[in-house]
């Protein structure tokens, strides 16, 4: 199976340790398509601390200024969110989710999308998604690392 039709894309990231941590799970999951959308500091020593051999996603991301743009090529779009909202989105759990995704990236290009460290996604942003998916996690303490 190829994923070479699955981008990856953050935004606003704010700590390019975290940009490092998320290409070096990428590469360790066998995707290449890194995006980044108006990244803080990028690149810089951390992010290339952090790949640990993962340079290769880390020297061909994109960086792109606005969401619109990063998933222009992208027909169907998933947006990651560990909130729970008041408004009734299309969501999917991560297994079935997965399913979806590899399906959809047979037919064209899918993009996974990941909102800022400390507020995740606004709701402008999983406006643009054709589904969302809520990793199940302690509700107490939502935040999940980047990479994780």
């Not at 704010?14 to 290409?23: F, K, Y």
Request: hydrophobic share 45%; aromatic share 4%.
């Amino acid at each position: 199976m190829s994923l070479d039709n699955i981008a990856i894309v953050l935004v606003s990231t704010s700590h390019p340790g975290n940009i490092g941590a998320a290409a070096r799970a990428m590469a360790n999951m066998g995707l290449s398509d890194l995006r980044l959308i108006d990244p803080a500091r990028f690149p810089g020593p951390e992010a290339t601390a952090r790949a640990v051999g993962a340079q290769h996603v880390l020297e061909n991301a994109q960086i792109y200024r606005t969401l619109d743009e990063a998933i222009a090529d992208s027909g169907f779009v998933v947006g990651a969110t560990a909130r729970s909202r008041s408004i009734a989105w299309p969501s999917s759990g991560p297994v079935s989710l997965m399913a979806e995704l590899v399906a959809q990236s047979k037919v064209g290009k899918v993009a996974l999308l990941f909102g800022r460290e400390a507020s995740g996604l606004t709701n402008e942003e999983l406006d643009r998604c054709q589904r969302h998916v809520r990793i199940p996690v302690n509700e107490e303490f939502p935040s999940l690392n980047l990479a994780a």
